[in-house]
């Protein structure tokens, strides 16, 4: 599994707007091999950190070319970020429990 953090900090007024291409993301992201998950949170400082969950380091490859995530990568740095960071990590340990 690969994991990636996508912690980000928007620019005024773009939160419409961003939420229109955030939806198109995850439609197309969620129909790519290897997707497992997404989930978003917004801190109380206001940035916002994304969890996405892709099976191997090819599936993610895979989605950071795709042609319309390119687009939507290419506005965000001019339009909709006023700063972000990318991390790509493979867990080193996993433990879980339920109750």
Not at 18 to 39: C, D, H, N, Q, T
Not at 48 to 73: C, G, L, M, T, Y
Request: with cysteine; net charge negative; charged share 30%.
């Amino acid at each position: 599994m690969v994991v990636i953090v996508f912690r980000s900090r928007l620019r005024e007024g773009v939160a419409p707007e961003i939420a229109k291409v955030g939806v198109r993301m995850y439609e197309l992201a969620s129909a790519m091999p290897g997707f497992r998950s997404y989930k978003d949170f917004v801190a109380e400082d206001g940035e916002n950190v994304s969890i996405i969950e892709f099976e191997s380091i090819e599936d993610v490859d895979a989605w950071r070319d795709h042609p319309e995530h390119k687009e939507a990568q290419r506005r965000g740095r001019a339009a909709f970020f006023s700063e972000y960071l990318i991390q790509v990590c493979t867990p080193l340990r996993e433990r879980s429990f339920q109750s």
